[in-house]
């Protein structure tokens, strides 16, 4: 199988459900915007009050159903590997060195590989984290399949 291009599966409780985009586990918790405690329902915040919208991931393509991102993960050394969480888990070369997100301003976009460690997949996530330029990731530190691929 090509695992570029799986989906993953839920079998339980009814007839098969398959997918192909995982979303933002940390949206799931309201954990970018909470709701002051008189107004909050279990699970609920305010997406209009969130700075930064259009950088926060809503859905990306994915081999699981749910995705949070880790800043300090490095990237699956051979390519897509399906056992691995977090960031390393949305890259895979589904789409020419890039994979499709919408992101929280309900903005739609390819997102560069390398790109996906410069997104804000959590409240404290660091942009600017060791997997980025900016943080100093030189080109020969990616692994081999994608150091050819744009940086960010």
């Known amino acids: ?18 997918g192909s985009y995982g979303f933002n586990k940390r949206l ?9 405690l008189h107004l909050r329902r279990k699970g609920s915040f305010r997406v209009i009050d969130i700075e ?4 926060i991931p809503v859905l990306l393509d994915c081999t699981c159903p749910v995705v ?3 800043p300090n993960d490095p990237p699956p050394p051979l390519g897509i590997d399906l056992r691995l969480p977090g960031v390393r888990g949305v890259c895979l070369n589904r789409h ?5 997100a919408l ?7 390819r997102v560069g590989l390398k790109e996906l460690w410069t997104l804000k ?19 020969g530190d990616w692994p081999k ?6 940086d960010y």
């Open 68 to 70: 949070s991102g880790e």
């Open 28 to 36: 799931l918790a309201g954990e970018f915007a909470p709701l002051p």
């Open 96 to 100: 020419n060195e890039c994979v499709n």
């Open 121 to 139: 997949w959590e409240p404290h996530f660091d942009t600017r984290g060791p997997w980025t330029r900016a943080g100093g990731v030189k080109p």
């Open 145 to 150: 399949w994608m150091r050819s691929f744009k």
């Open 103 to 109: 992101f929280l301003d309900w903005s739609a976009r």
């Open 52 to 55: 930064g919208r259009e950088n």
């Open 1 to 18: 199988m090509d695992e570029t291009f799986g989906s993953w599966e839920i079998f339980y409780p009814s007839l098969p459900l398959h």
